[in-house]
């Protein structure tokens, strides 16, 4: 969090040093360290203003950054006037709203150009994180016998996945397990290089397919290395041109 501030201050003092010297260079008769002064005193009281916006309203709300920025332009002069007084022992006359001005501009613009981009980032940062959490398959399920024991199962076992009343049916190694996550469910967090919807009922892991073709009744069939046969639907036949 104190980077973002840092940053930006860190800014802010080069820029204004360095117009401090162009404006010494193209005046002359004007004390450097008088300037110093004053383009820090406006500079920094601009940009402290601006950080008190809170951070998600920054980029996209101008009316705040106005009002913020005034009124540290108003604390700004106020500081360089009495501060110019008590260090250099001279009054500044109201020129000086010239080149304070100048300096506000400055310092809402390195504001503004910081945390906009800042805040692109975050946003950015923010669709990556949601999309890898969307695309985070299931690798292990968590399911019992019908006894009511526990059973962490790796998918990479499970044959295939039965919808049955209100469970879905799971089978590994000839064992029968149940959870209670829809086969509608089931399908958007398994992996579908590795299992595919061949009903509305069902699911299969592919990598136990020993068969694909047409019982007596001239309908399409998947035979699993376990001998179980489960039927394909006409909506999910098109999985199968890719064998």
Not at 38 to 51: D, E, R, T
Not at 95 to 108: D, T
Not at 180 to 200: A, S
Request: proline share 2%; charged share 15%; with cysteine.
């Amino acid at each position: 969090m104190q980077k973002k501030f840092l940053i930006p201050l860190f800014i802010t003092l080069i820029f204004n040093t360095l117009i401090a010297v162009l404006l010494f260079l193209l005046l002359g008769n004007i004390d450097f360290n008088s300037l110093l002064f004053i383009s820090h005193s406006i500079g920094l009281s601009v940009l402290g203003a601006n950080f008190l916006i809170p951070f998600e309203q920054y980029s996209n709300d101008i009316g705040k950054i106005i009002s913020h920025s005034l009124m540290g332009l108003l604390f700004g002069l106020m500081i360089a006037f009495i501060g110019h007084r008590l260090i250099f022992g001279i009054d500044l006359t109201y020129l000086i709203i010239y080149p304070a001005l100048f300096f506000s501009v400055v310092a809402v613009l390195i504001s503004w150009l910081y945390f906009s981009r800042l805040d692109n980032q975050e946003a950015l940062d923010k669709i990556k994180r949601k999309l890898s959490v969307g695309h985070k398959k299931l690798h292990w399920v968590k399911t019992a016998d019908s006894k009511g024991n526990i059973f962490l199962l790796n998918v990479k076992e499970i044959e295939y996945f039965q919808a049955q009343q209100k469970y879905t049916c799971v089978y590994s190694k000839d064992r029968e397990y149940l959870i209670t996550t829809g086969i509608k469910t089931l399908i958007t967090q398994l992996d579908t290089n590795y299992f595919w919807q061949i009903h509305r009922s069902s699911i299969v892991n592919i990598s136990f397919i020993s068969q694909v073709s047409k019982n007596e009744q001239d309908k399409l069939m998947v035979y699993l290395s376990s001998g179980q046969a489960l039927p394909i639907s006409r909506n999910h036949l098109h999985l199968f041109k890719k064998m």
